[in-house]
């Protein structure tokens, strides 16, 4: 009896890969928040502005009181209102709103990124395997998944949508896409400032690759007047409350330098152990501009030039569809071919060959590996109960007025949980806490970003109080309390330090947190 097998399609083979990025991938976004119960890392600032809008009855608010700081309310505010109205509404506190919404946003932003793809690239195969391969990918979680990620996962969501509305207009030629092009386009400007300089850039990139013709013009000129008109209630509201000010100040964090078109050469997956991912990306990147094809080159290029800040979250899209290109295209037909000429015989299917297969066996385990491992660590990177009762304790326990520096030896400017949630506990002034000076363009950003790691690197100073207080006489900073994270590096040679100053005096200790008080 003649025996049929039934062969999986490629498009088969692309649904299944989609199908194990939203199970897999859908996994991976909720296990931080299961695992902490609070936060990843930051969102203290957008915390506030959550209550803020709250508090004003869904008005736009003038000012976002936070950290002693009265700072223009002047930040993109669709995804404040969206917060704020899910927890009114359901009754769900805020903190629990900026625990959980940016894993949900973030799992429903991977069958936007399969759309976007199978539109792009032209294959249901390459759509699932970049699917796959982004929801995989350490940088699609690293700033997206954490408690700021309220507006960055959303910006970025809107942003794949964007995009996928400006390319169908561009290339199917059909105005009902404009309607579409211009809500998502207004939702990313209303909803994450960086996001906003990364969809221009890509829209006339879009327009560049897709649309050179009078339609396309016409189109993009309708998209971007309509996108305008959409966003003007809230932009003109700012303008006329605090004029350009606070925009001039935000782009002052952007961190251009002359440098940084060089951070294509740097790996920016993330990936802790084999970078396959990232060395996949650079050979689909050589295989496309060997096929003439420069959009994806492009868009790989592009926001590093843009905007450096935030580029590597934009270029995750580009860099995991160059990938796929290069599983599917290169590596997996030039395996295969190899067996085959073994064996002399002819290969027709993608995934038909033992070698493809134990290899596309080893990409996944190596894979899942990585991301367990990466989800582990970052799953330890949040404000612990001991650090909030010792805030409470501060809130409790302190003049109102006071002002702390607080020390954790972390030197990484927007990942010092402790000193991003502790205005929000202990309701006092934090001279290390970074949040809320973009929005002030009487305040120097750089200046105060060079003082706040400054604080923390003189914990490898010699003689570490000394260095705190030069600091502090410097930019005539008064502090009246030190809080000291021991658990961070270099703490112990401060925290001995102070104790054994007769000017300061240790108010209060626990396992991980110490407080003195500074006496004048």
Sequence with gaps: MLKTQNKLSNDDIGILFFLAALIFGGWFRIYPALMTGFPINDGGLFYKMIE?????????????????????????????YLAGAIGKWLHISTLSIVLWMPAIVLILTLPCVFLLTRHLLNSTLKAGVTTFLYALLPRTLTWLIMGGGITRGLGQLFLILAMLSIYLLFTKKQTKYISSAIIFSAAVCLTHPEASIHAIAIGL??????????DGVRNALIVGAGTLLVTAPWWSTVLHRFGIEPFLAASQTGFHTPYSGFSIFFVISEEPFNTIIATLAVIGLFTQIAKRQFFLPALFIMPSLVEPRSAPNIAVLPVTMLAAICLIDVVLPGIAKLEANLHDVKTNSILQSLSEKLFLAYITIALLFGIISFDTTLSQRYLPNESRTAFQWVKTNTPQNTEFLVITGDLSLFSDYANEWFPVFAARRSHTTIQGYEWIIEKNFQNQAGLVIGYQYCLQNEAPRACIEALANKSNTKFDYVLIQRDGEFTDSLTLDLTLNKDYQSIYASRNIVIFERKH
């Design 205 to 214: 990139a879009l327009l560049v690759f897709y649309g050179r013709d009078r």
């Design 52 to 80: 803020a809008v709250q508090l004003s009855n869904f008005q736009l608010p003038v000012y976002v009181e936070y950290n002693g700081l009265q700072i223009p309310f002047a930040y993109p505010p669709l995804a404040f």
